[in-house]
């Protein structure tokens, strides 16, 4: 069992900056593909950014690329997001999950979850 522990949310205006980080404990991290998705009011879940074990491969969903950038420390279990230029539409519950395939994060195949941590965007 793995779990996650999202922080860093919160409110920001337009165009400003935040970073997510997502803390993994329990059985080994090792060999997990990490990534975010989130949930705005009234909407479905939707795949943000994933990467892989080692770090050598992410993806992004395409509203997002060039502004949000996923990382990972393996020697302290922890994926982060750093959100640039943010816009009103980033706003969502942002999930950070895990799982065994890195392919398989973009269609939603991920083992664990977290329980999300807000980002609000003002205009």
């Known amino acids: 069992q793995v779990q996650l522990v999202e922080s860093g949310g919160g409110l920001v205006q337009a165009g400003g900056s935040l970073r997510l980080s997502c803390a993994a404990s329990?059985?080994?991290?090792?060999?997990?593909?990490m990534g975010w998705f989130r949930q705005a009011p009234g909407k479905e879940r939707e795949f943000v950014a994933a990467?892989?074990?080692?770090?050598?491969?992410?993806t992004y969903e395409d509203s997002v690329k060039g502004r949000l950038t996923i990382s990972r420390d393996n020697a302290k279990n922890t994926v982060y997001l750093q959100m640039n230029s943010l816009k009103p539409e980033d706003t969502a519950v942002y999930y950070c999950?895990?799982?065994?395939?890195?392919?398989?994060?973009?269609?939603?195949?991920?083992?664990?979850w977290g329980q999300g941590t807000q980002v609000t965007v003002s205009s």
């Open positions: 999950v895990a799982g065994a395939a890195y392919d398989g994060l973009k269609r939603a195949e991920y083992t664990y």
């Open positions: 329990g059985r080994t991290f090792s060999g997990y593909a």
């Open positions: 990467i892989s074990w080692l770090g050598r491969s992410t």
